[in-house]
């Protein structure tokens, strides 16, 4: 059974950084691709950011670009997501999520497992 845990979440100021971890434990696959995803107070689930197996394929969504950085590390089986300048719009849970695929996709239901999130709150 695949689980996914992740941590690092709490409360900031605008312009700190912060840095969400995500532990990934049970059988899977090296071909795959780790992302990603928030969820702010009263709307949809939007992706974040995702990295293939390789780690040469990353794509960001255009509001963070340039702020955040996904990186993974296959022999912990972690994916990362360094925040910084963080904003109040970054307020939201963040999920990590992981497809059984070889490239990036941003459609959630591409995704096989997923986390059950942190909560990352930006004060202004």
């Known amino acids: 059974q695949v689980q996914l845990v992740e941590s690092g979440g709490g409360l900031v100021q605008a312009g700190d950084s912060l840095t969400l971890s995500c532990a990934i434990s049970?059988?899977?696959?090296?071909?795959?691709?780790k992302a990603w995803f928030r969820q702010a107070p009263g709307k949809e689930r939007e992706f974040v950011a995702a990295?293939?197996?390789?780690?040469?394929?990353?794509v960001y969504t255009d509001s963070v670009r340039g702020r955040f950085t996904i990186s993974r590390d296959n022999a912990k089986n972690t994916v990362y997501l360094q925040m910084n300048r963080v904003r109040p719009e970054d307020t939201a849970v963040y999920y990590c999520?992981?497809?059984?695929?070889?490239?990036?996709?941003?459609?959630?239901?591409?995704?096989?497992?997923w986390g059950r999130g942190t909560q990352v709150t930006v004060s202004s």
């Open positions: 049970g059988r899977t696959s090296s071909l795959d691709t």
């Open positions: 999520a992981l497809g059984k695929i070889a490239i990036v996709v941003q459609v959630e239901s591409r995704y096989d497992y």
């Open positions: 990295i293939n197996w390789s780690g040469r394929d990353i």
